[in-house]
């Protein structure tokens, strides 16, 4: 059975950090690439960054270039976001997510590229 677990949300103020991690089990995690995506009230579930299957590549939405950072340990079947300098718009569930499909090096952008979903984890950036 497949289950991605994500930790380290919470509340923090603007322009502070966190890292969220995402602990992998039931499948062999050096074989998916690997994304965060986020979902505020009301919206979309939208992506955030993605990772190959190397940690090779990196992928990150536009919003978020220069303040967040994506990286894995195939090791410790762990993907990480790292998030800096916050923002209240950045407030969101953030949830991690395998794509089995994603070739050798490449980053997976979409949601319905995406096989497996852990259960989020809340992030509240207050002003």
């Known amino acids: 059975q497949v289950q991605l677990v994500e930790s380290g949300g919470g509340l923090v103020q603007a322009g502070g950090s966190l890292r969220l991690s995402c602990a992998a089990s039931g499948l062999n995690f050096a074989w998916y690439a690997m994304g965060w995506f986020r979902q505020a009230p009301g919206k979309e579930r939208d992506f955030v960054a993605s990772?190959?299957?190397?940690?090779?590549?990196?992928d990150l939405t536009d919003s978020v270039k220069g303040r967040f950072t994506i990286s894995r340990d195939n090791a410790k079947n762990t993907v990480y976001l790292q998030m800096n300098n916050l923002k209240p718009e950045d407030t969101a569930v953030y949830y991690c997510a395998a794509d089995y499909s994603a070739s050798g090096s490449n980053t997976a952008t979409k949601r319905a590229e995406y096989n497996y979903w852990g259960q989020g984890t809340q992030v509240t950036v207050s002003s």
């Open positions: 990772i190959s299957r190397s940690g090779r590549n990196t």
